[in-house]
T-cell receptor, first 117, second 116 residues
Framework: SQELEQSPQSLIVQEGKNLTINCTSS?????LYWYKQKYGEGLIFLMM?????EEKSHEKITAKLDEKKQQSSLHITASQPSHAGIYLC?????????????????FGQGTILTVHP | DAGVIQSPRHEVTEMGQEVTLRCKPI?????LFWYRQTMMRGLELLIY????????DSGMPEDRFSAKMPNASFSTLKIQPSEPRDSAVYFC??????????????FGEGSWLTVV
């Protein structure tokens, strides 16, 4: 099973509507990254949260990490067609080698957002 | 500043052929990641390097896959022999430091591989 579960899997909204995407972890998060991907392109970094209760905003997108650090939400206000794409959450997972902590990101399965003009 | 550069962007090859994907990370970054994305399995980490040394290759599907990082500015992912089920988008990504420490991982545009 996925370590990170995203919901919904897909979302279709009318331009101007607000929407929320959720990302839930089965383990305590050491941080949570949000990326956006357009078809045929790479992942674009949106924002990163590390502290419980933290909230960050960029333009019309707001991301929050809950106090328990097991769930994050991404909220888009007054959606536009330019917001369409796949949104992925990613969480650091570490490995220790010789006492040094390295890290990798594991991702949820993604949420496909369609915004109709 | 140039981002992560991958080549080729698209490749169509016949089953059994060798495929080599290339990646140039962002200058100064010391971690490099190879991911594979498919509809069925989403985005999976294949392998990652730190200071040119492979740290975790547990995601590499099988012996047909190999990855190298001969220096800080170049990495390859090789599939030999290729099979239709290897068809996917392969992403290379890089970062300076660990994501656990809050460092951002930047992705390339991906290499779209089709094996027929």
């Amino acid at each position: 099973s996925q370590e990170l579960e995203q919901s919904p899997q897909s979302l279709i909204v009318q331009e101007g509507k607000n929407l929320t995407i959720n990302c839930t972890s089965s383990k305590t998060l050491y941080g949570l990254y949000w990326y956006k991907q357009k078809y045929g392109e790479g992942l674009i970094f949106l924002m990163m949260l590390q502290k419980g209760g933290e909230e960050k905003s960029h333009e019309k997108i707001t991301a929050k990490l809950d106090e328990k650090k097991q769930q994050s939400s991404l909220h888009i206000t007054a959606s536009q067609p330019s917001h369409a794409g796949i949104y992925l959450c990613g969480a650091p997972r570490g490995a220790n080698a010789g006492g040094t902590s390295y890290g990798k990101l594991t991702f949820g399965q993604g949420t496909i957002l369609t915004v109709h003009p | 500043d140039a981002g992560v550069i991958q080549s080729p962007r698209h490749e169509v090859t016949e089953m059994g052929q060798e495929v080599t994907l290339r990646c140039k990370p962002i200058s100064g970054h010391n971690s490099l990641f190879w991911y594979r994305q498919t509809m069925m399995r989403g985005l999976e980490l294949l392998i990652y390097f730190n200071n040119n040394v492979p740290i975790d290759d547990s995601g590499m599907p099988e012996d047909r896959f190999s990855a190298k990082m001969p220096n800080a500015s170049f990495s390859t992912l090789k599939i030999q022999p290729s099979e239709p089920r290897d068809s996917a988008v392969y992403f290379c990504a890089s970062s300076f430091g660990s994501p656990q420490a809050g460092n951002t991982i930047y992705f390339g545009e991906g290499s779209w591989l089709t094996v027929v």
